[in-house]
């Protein structure tokens, strides 16, 4: 390799690219990550970095002129709004049957996810990654992911007293009362500061509906865990608003092209690197979408047949209940779920109880639910259109409603109470037409070894969720930070 090329290139900047850059710069490896989001370091007109959900502006979407809010419609009304285009934190990237939700920025999903941290059982890592080593993931890379991520558990009394979980009191008494089994979920947030949110001591973030476009103060993304770690190291640099296009082989690496962007989406330059080693960490979707155009364009044409496949939503839909007048579920409420009904041995559902933080009382209860469903969709080049689609169908959903309706049918009928049908359009129950946890498209030992090694192209790796087959079961970061911590552990021990 010449003086110009540079050891290893990240592509993207979520949980995988965190972990990839991390672990390479500490074994003395220097690391340039490309980032297409904005950096998310500095505050707008109003004093802070990011918007809350209930007055979105430009910050809060990827390059869309009207936000496109996961919920609908609120009692019947749309609640969309137009906004100015711009390089906002949440993608809402629509494919035919189905609208993936992404975090676009130095840090990825972490910026705007709900922040839940959950390990899944055991005993249901076997739906998980059948091909990984379970005693290895328990003992050593779930801990050390679950340690680099700040996850802690919620003081069981201060939820039982704190007005802001009101609404998760009231989806456990329910749980409870139809004999299903409830679990805290740990998260990433800072506990102590959500209490002192409650307090009226600090800035509020949970307390006031930060969620989706970002946390201002107590969410430990991963620009309070990981990336000061890679920064302090001095090995890396970070460039966002960078979009990598393409990847080919050439002599000691790959050439790799980076488009630079403005805040509101052009290219203004386009750059060329060599790298000796490429990551791809661009996500579920950014990875398969990326391998399967380069596989189809003719830059990376000895990827192999297993790219793009084995995509999946893991099993997301989400809905309402009503509640009778003496149940309210409060109007503060926490924008960080803590509270899940595991019916995944039993129904096949693990559901969340979920916050709807809109600052008044709505007697509902609202519900994520993670289901297990056989389907699995392909990504494929359309090279008429120029882009690449996506071959999930709405209609396969119906086996996630039905995993789903096994906890709150039984529930609705022990309250004697009914779904809300005001929340995602008229008169429709079910929130099917989306995901926040896409899983897949770069399959561990399809298209890749079984450490993320992809097949055809030596130096080249996946180490996002990408590689997981479709379901984590439970919410997803964990494992995929724990499983980049292993695989990038066996790359650095056996590759440099
Ligand atoms: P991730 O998507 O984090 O990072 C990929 C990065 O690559 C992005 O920053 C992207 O901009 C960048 N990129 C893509 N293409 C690129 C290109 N061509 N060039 C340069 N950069 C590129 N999970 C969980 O466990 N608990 C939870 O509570 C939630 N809640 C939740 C809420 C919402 C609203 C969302 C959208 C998601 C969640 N999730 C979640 C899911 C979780 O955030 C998600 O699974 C992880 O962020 C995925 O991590 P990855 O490392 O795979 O990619």
């Known amino acids: 390799a010449d003086a110009a090329t540079i050891p290893a290139l990240v592509i993207g900047t979520g949980y995988g690219g965190c972990v990839a850059a991390l672990r390479l710069a500490q074994a003395g490896v220097d690391v340039h990550m490309v980032e297409m989001g904005m950096a998310w370091d500095t505050p707008g007109s109003d004093g802070k970095v990011f918007a809350n959900t209930t007055t979105p502006d430009q910050r809060s979407f990827w390059l869309r002129t009207r936000t496109k809010q996961p919920l609908s419609n609120f009692l019947g009304f749309p609640i969309d709004k137009n906004i100015p285009k711009y390089t906002g934190i949440l993608d809402a990237e629509e494919f035919s049957g189905i609208t993936v939700y992404q975090g676009r920025g130095v840090g990825g999903g972490s910026l705007v996810n709900g922040g839940m941290a959950v390990t899944p059982r055991r005993e249901t890592f076997g739906d998980v990654l059948p091909g990984v080593n379970a005693d290895e993931m328990y003992n050593t890379y779930y801990p050390r992911a679950n340690a680099e991520l700040g996850v802690g558990m919620i003081d069981p009394a201060w939820f039982d007293s704190t007005a802001c979980y009101q609404y998760a009191r009231v989806g456990r008494k329910h749980a409870q009362r139809s004999n299903f089994p409830f679990v805290f979920v740990p998260t990433v947030y800072d506990w102590n500061y959500m209490k002192q949110e409650a307090a009226g001591t600090v800035p509020k973030s949970a307390l006031a509906g930060e969620i989706l476009y970002g946390n201002n103060y107590g969410k430990k993304s991963l620009q309070k865990t990981y990336i000061p770690k890679i920064r302090a190291t001095g090995r890396v640099t970070i460039s966002p608003l960078h979009r990598v296009s393409t990847v080919r ?47 189809a364009t003719g830059a990376l044409p000895n990827l192999n047949g297993e790219v793009g496949k084995g995509w999946g939503d893991n099993g997301n839909v989400m809905c309402g209940r009503a509640n009778h007048m003496w149940d309210p579920t409060g109007p503060l409420q926490s ?39 056989p389907h699995r969709a392909a990504f494929s080049w359309n090279a008429a259109a120029n882009r690449v689609d996506l071959s999930w169908q709405t209609a396969w959903k119906q086996t996630s409603i039905t995993a789903a309706k096994t906890i709150f049918d039984k529930i609705n009928s022990k309250e004697g109470t009914i779904y809300r049908t005001d929340l995602f359009g008229i008169y429709k129950i079910w929130g099917d037409h989306l995901t926040y946890h896409p899983l897949g498209g770069a399959v561990l030992n399809r298209a890749t070894d079984s450490y993320g090694r992809l097949h055809g192209y030596p130096g080249l790796y996946v180490v996002d969720g990408a590689l997981i087959p479709g379901t984590t079961v439970v919410n997803p970061f964990v494992t995929i930070t724990a499983l980049a911590e292993r695989n990038i552990e066996k790359i650095i021990a056996t590759d440099l």
């Open 249 to 295: 082989p050439t002599t000691g690496g790959y050439t790799v092209t980076i488009e630079q962007l403005n805040t509101t989406g052009d290219v203004v330059a386009t750059k060329q690197v060599t790298a000796a080693k490429v990551f791809f960490a661009a996500g579920s979707v950014g990875t398969s979408k990326l391998l399967v155009k380069l596989k």
């Open 335 to 373: 924008s960080i779920p803590t509270l899940g009904i595991d019916n995944w041995a039993a129904g096949g559902a693990f559901a969340e109880v979920a916050p709807l933080p809109t600052g008044i009382e709505t007697y509902a209860s609202f519900y994520l639910s993670i289901t297990k469903t």
